[in-house]
């Protein structure tokens, strides 16, 4: 913990839709502001107020939209910054508030999740060698930390923006409209860079890996023929074409263009 201010951002909201997801049933919705507002009564927590929002955090939505975050007892912080600490604590909330068929499944997905946030740290920095080593090693024990890590280093470079139609829409339970696509698959490159990855929403992702549209090294779009076939309706698709599409503000995370072009020679439907 860099610092004590837990602010409900979009890692944290993915972390707890997660940890939801692992042990209630799929029917039901979780939503992070629940605990978040509610632990006030505990009397570690604290909320953060926005400038000139002290008097309105007194319901779970006001404190969404005016809190900048909540903060722990000084006391409390410091020890849970010692690793020891930390996770003894985190054995007993889980013994004590979790049925024993929950607990596992808690433990797996929170080992899943620091490793998978390691991974995408060494994505992000462009330790290329270093990354691909470990993608493979990652493959072959534990793919599911793979892929989450490679979505959030995608997810966040574009912070949650579809590259191709800009669109960027998150619900309070933690869910994106966005995903991360390789731009050349992981069973062709075993590339997990940001530079071959972007952030898409479903329709674009599909569009893309069905070679309905291709970017180009300047990073316009292009669309094929097939997209206005026979009994097609594509709607906003189409208008995707002659646009640049949406680049991330790190530069090294911009899509590369060798990728773009195998995925324009082998995938692209002229």
């Not at 596992?104 to 946030?117: F, K, P, W």
């Not at 994505?123 to 072959?140: F, I, S």
């Not at 191709?164 to 696509?181: K, M, S």
Request: proline share 6%.
């Amino acid at each position: 913990m860099s610092s004590n201010l837990i602010s409900l951002t979009p890692d944290l909201r993915d972390l707890f839709a997660r940890y939801w997801a692992r042990i209630m049933p799929p029917d039901v919705p979780g939503d992070l502001t629940f605990p978040f507002f509610h632990l006030r009564s505990e009397g570690f927590w604290h909320f953060s107020p926005k400038s000139g929002k002290e008097g309105e955090l007194d319901s779970r939505l006001k404190v969404r939209d005016n809190a900048d975050g909540a903060y722990l007892d000084t006391a409390l912080y410091e020890l849970l910054r010692l690793r020891e600490p930390r996770e003894l604590l985190r054995s007993v909330l889980i013994e004590t508030y979790f049925v024993p068929e929950a607990r596992d499944a808690l433990i797996s997905q929170g080992t899943v999740n620091n490793e998978a946030y390691r991974y995408s740290e060494k994505l992000l920095k462009q330790n290329t060698e270093q990354a691909v080593r470990e993608a493979l090693k990652l493959e072959e024990t534990y793919r599911p930390v793979r892929e989450q890590g490679f979505r959030r280093a995608v997810v966040t470079a574009y912070l949650h923006c579809c590259a191709l139609c800009e669109i960027r829409v998150q619900t309070i339970y933690g869910h994106t409209v966005v995903e991360a696509a390789h731009i050349k698959p992981w069973s062709v490159s075993h590339d997990d860079r940001p530079a071959n990855g972007m952030a898409l929403c479903r329709t674009c992702h599909w569009t893309f890996d069905e070679g309905l549209v291709r970017i180009s090294p300047s990073y316009m779009i292009f669309t094929s023929a097939q997209l206005e076939g026979a009994n097609n309706l594509p709607g906003y698709l189409t208008n995707l074409k002659g646009r640049r599409i949406i680049l991330p503000s790190v530069e090294a995370y911009w899509p590369d263009s060798n990728s773009l072009k195998w995925h324009q020679k082998e995938i692209f439907r002229h």
